[in-house]
């Protein structure tokens, strides 16, 4: 099986693809190809532990290009889109970017998969695309009521994804993710954000009153989640995933503290986002049935990823002179 991972540099799609080359998705590769932009987010030196694989082969370019896109899919079986812009506070600052690269450039995919004939188009999505809950959980079912500009366009990408499907016949599935955590996410996000901050002794952000509920997924959980959607999910299809571990702001940031060894003497209440949806919740009851179970615990997971970015300092170091939204990093009080 040949593998198409557009957006395959980023964070969720490069642990996407070292796990296909290193057959932990128990699944057989014969080619995996990596189409990404490069942009502020995308970095090859995510995909450093497979570089030597034979299989592997990387194509720098981007997934709105109406000449290389089709080249690239003539000879694959299966395409995984992960290529989007993705932070909301960027969104909310620019959001030309976004509609470009997560409605244009999907849209180009797919009019590519449907004109050379990909058998299979896995298209990956957020929570956001739901908006808010206040209670209960979003099925596959629920409206789309986006709220950020991020959101928006993502949902503009899934109606199209679904267009094609239901006026194509194209064999398409939508996976719908919870909020994803773990090693290699860019700095921009708020976990390796706090992390790397309380590393180097600075302070960080808590928006609002700290109340706002996020489900936490580990991105090793989501990749099981894609493949068991690639592998048996039916043409046509949204499927959530999510990690079923709920947690306020608050309550990750106290997590975030004691795995960096700070205390709240080290966190600075700032006025919230605009737009700042309160709550998001997936039931992911449809991908359950197919046998997905998150394996990833939220304490043992949290653990995990701080470890790897107090050992990996040389991957996220450099990173720190790009255009971050970086919190103030200063010596905490009383130190």
Known sequence: MHVLVTGGAGFIGSNYVRKLLTGELGTAVSAVTVLDKLTYAGNRANLAPVEQDGRLRFVHGDIADAVLVPQLMASVDVVVNFAAETHVDRSIDNSAEFVFTNVLGTHNLLQAALDTGVPRFIHISTDEVYGTIAEGSSTEEWPMLANSPYAASKAGADLMVRSYARTHGLNVSITRCSNNYGP????????????????????????GDGLHTRDWLHVDDHCRGIQIVLEQGEPGTIYNIGGGCELTNRELTGALLKACGADWESVREVPDR??????????????????????????????????????NT???????????????VSPRPGS
Do not use: M
């Open 184 to 207: 290699y996410q860019y700095l921009e996000k708020v976990i390796p954000l706090f992390t790397t901050t309380l590393i180097r002794g600075g302070r960080v952000p808590l928006y």
């Open 274 to 311: 605009k737009g700042h949806d309160r709550r998001y919740s997936l039931d992911d009851t449809k991908l359950r049935r197919l046998g997905y179970r998150p394996q990833v615990g939220f304490e043992d997971g949290i653990a995990r990823t701080v470890a790897w970015y107090r050992e």
């Open 314 to 328: 040389a991957w996220w170091q450099p990173l720190l002179a790009r255009d971050l939204p970086r919190p103030e």
